[in-house]
């Protein structure tokens, strides 16, 4: 919920010293680290796709093992005959 709070208030452009006091509320809640909580940013990420922003966090793709979906890399040093 705090960083849902967060995300609507920085959005919806709450002053500098509100949004100082929830990001204090938020540390005594989660810790120092909480703008890299998962469900802080879970929070901030559905008030962004609300309002049909880009995510704050883009889910990990895995490798399909496909080479087409590879990194550039190994596509080009693949490729490469020495």
């Given at each position: 919920?705090?960083?849902?709070?967060?995300e609507?208030?920085?959005?919806?452009?709450v002053?500098?010293?509100?949004?100082?006091?929830?990001?204090?509320?938020?540390?005594?809640?989660?810790?120092?680290?909480?703008?890299?909580?998962a469900?802080?940013?879970?929070?901030?990420?559905?008030?962004?796709?609300?309002?049909?922003?880009?995510?704050?966090?883009?889910?990990?793709?895995?490798?399909?093992?496909?080479?087409?979906?590879?990194?550039?890399?190994?596509?080009?040093?693949?490729?490469?005959?020495?």
């Amino acid at each position: 919920m705090l960083g849902i709070k967060y995300e609507a208030a920085r959005l919806g452009g709450v002053d500098e010293a509100g949004l100082a006091a929830i990001e204090e509320q938020i540390r005594t809640e989660v810790g120092g680290n909480w703008e890299s909580d998962a469900m802080v940013l879970r929070g901030r990420d559905a008030v962004r796709e609300e309002h049909g922003l880009p995510k704050i966090v883009e889910p990990l793709q895995r490798s399909s093992g496909d080479p087409a979906r590879s990194s550039l890399w190994r596509r080009l040093l693949g490729r490469r005959s020495f």
